[in-house]
């Protein structure tokens, strides 16, 4: 059974420019969770979603952030208008549907912003 | 708001030695995680504590969870060099029952140095 991943595993963008970032969870996992680190710093909630659906996007930046997780496809995390402070390693989380259930993290996606 | 802090934020210590990291968080929760990660990588499970009293261990480390003092700590026995990373804890299912969050908060993380 295939882990998480995550796509690109590195990605460089000029500011004003926009960031996609790609989640597959695991097989048979419906919940996707996404988690921002900063340099030297823990992990931060950003967003949880279920196919369709934004479930808690509490963590989430109000402005040029947004995350979707369709009924086909990866889930999509996507920056507008990168600035040099969106530079971080951005993981994705997935589990089964049990709220009880651990989380299992991808590899992570760190984008610079030059 | 809530808090999981964790200390020491840095231990820098000698092979051999023993030492305990804690992470105290400060609401209801009855699910606490340990995470390793070297630098530049993504996180590895470590344990995973799902009730008050447990204590789980693997090779030189040991966790163990105090939901009464929203406690849990890693305790490090003998450490070697291959110990040296960084050390996170996370409280999941915040509020606890079957109404608590799905979300992880993470601790600020144990940056840890074993020296030769």
């Known amino acids: 059974n295939a882990g998480v991943m995550q796509n690109p595993r590195h990605l460089v963008r000029r500011r004003g420019q926009e960031a996609r970032l790609r989640c597959s969870p695991m097989k048979g996992h419906s919940h996707v969770y996404w988690y921002r680190q900063l340099p030297e710093e823990g992990l931060k909630f950003m967003v949880y979603l279920q196919k369709e659906n934004i479930i808690d996007e509490s963590g989430m930046p109000k402005e040029r952030f947004s995350a979707e997780f369709p009924k086909e496809g990866p889930s999509i995390l996507r920056i507008q208008q990168v600035v040099r402070g969106d530079s971080a390693a951005y993981f994705c989380?997935?589990?089964?549907?049990?709220?009880?259930?651990?989380?299992?993290f991808g590899p992570g996606t760190r984008l610079t912003v030059l | 708001e809530l808090k999981v802090e964790q200390n020491p934020l840095f231990l820098s210590m000698q092979e051999g030695k023993n030492y305990t990291i804690y992470c105290n968080y400060s609401t209801t929760s009855d699910r606490l995680y340990w995470y390793r990660q070297d630098p530049g990588k993504s996180l590895e499970s470590l344990f995973v504590l799902l009730s008050n009293g447990a204590v789980k261990q693997e090779g030189r480390l040991m966790a163990s969870l105090d939901t009464k003092a929203r406690l849990s700590t890693l305790h490090i026995t003998a450490a070697v060099h291959d110990l040296s990373a960084t050390y996170f804890c996370a409280v999941g299912n915040i509020g606890g029952g079957t109404s608590g969050t799905y979300k992880y908060i993470f601790g600020t993380g144990t940056r840890l140095k074993v020296l030769a």
């Open positions: 989380a997935s589990s089964p549907r049990d709220r009880y259930n651990e989380q299992f």
